[in-house]
């Protein structure tokens, strides 16, 4: 999926994967991911996710990676941030508070970069990528999670060849697949979602659930 597709999205505003709220799945099952206070958590393809704010106000620094500017610019313009900013062969990096989001190609990012994110929180990156993307973002990126790294992964659900991704259906057999061999995937939730995404229905999608899974990497 080329970045122009992204880049188009956001100049055009068509980012019905945003939402005005931080995700409930999140709220409701972070304490199961047992990370303490001031473990860094990273979230990547943020966008301008409100759930970077919600992680920061549990005393969590946010490292975040997106490739719009529009996004960055607006996380911080929204929160009433005004971020320092340098660049780094990862990307223009901009930090405020306990937020740092680097604009720039999550695939850039080395273990030098994720060295310090005991966490992380994966809500639209998996699910926005087709499916070849998808196992490089998992064999090339996770990959590069320190040991012991745990968090969130949240999918949907959905018969895909009755709606074109992104987001892309992602089911349990294709996370297990995806990362069974580095880490401990258990599902903690699968909720049916589809009376509550009109967008789906007009579509013709006849089926539609979020699952949310605990990820923990395992030694190397």
Not at 165 to 190: K, Q, S
Request: charged share 25%; proline share 8%.
């Amino acid at each position: 999926m080329d970045p122009t597709f992204w880049h188009d999205r956001w100049q055009a505003n068509q980012i019905g994967f945003h939402q005005d709220t931080p995700t409930p799945l999140l709220l409701k099952h972070w304490p199961a991911v047992g990370v303490e206070p001031g473990t860094r958590v990273f979230v990547p393809l943020a966008g301008k996710s409100l759930d970077m704010a919600w992680l920061a106000s549990q005393g969590h620094p946010v490292l975040g990676v997106e490739l719009s500017p529009l996004a960055v610019d607006a996380f911080f313009a929204e929160h009433g941030l005004s971020p320092q900013t340098r660049e780094s062969p990862y990307g223009v990096h901009h930090v405020a508070a306990d937020i740092e989001l680097i604009r720039g190609d999550a695939f850039a990012l080395d273990e030098a970069a994720l060295a310090g994110c005991r966490a992380v929180f994966d809500r639209a990156a998996l699910i926005a990528l087709p499916p070849e993307l998808r196992t490089r973002y998992v064999r090339e990126l996770y990959a590069r999670l320190p040991e012991g790294c745990r968090g969130l992964l949240i999918t949907l659900e959905y018969p895909q060849h009755e709606k074109n991704g992104p987001p892309f259906a992602v089911h349990e057999d294709e996370v297990r697949e995806l990362y069974g061999r580095d880490w401990t995937v258990e599902l903690l939730e699968r909720r049916d979602i589809l009376a509550q995404q009109p967008g789906f229905v007009a579509e013709g999608v006849t089926a539609l659930s979020t699952a949310v899974y605990r990820i923990v990497r395992q030694p190397r």
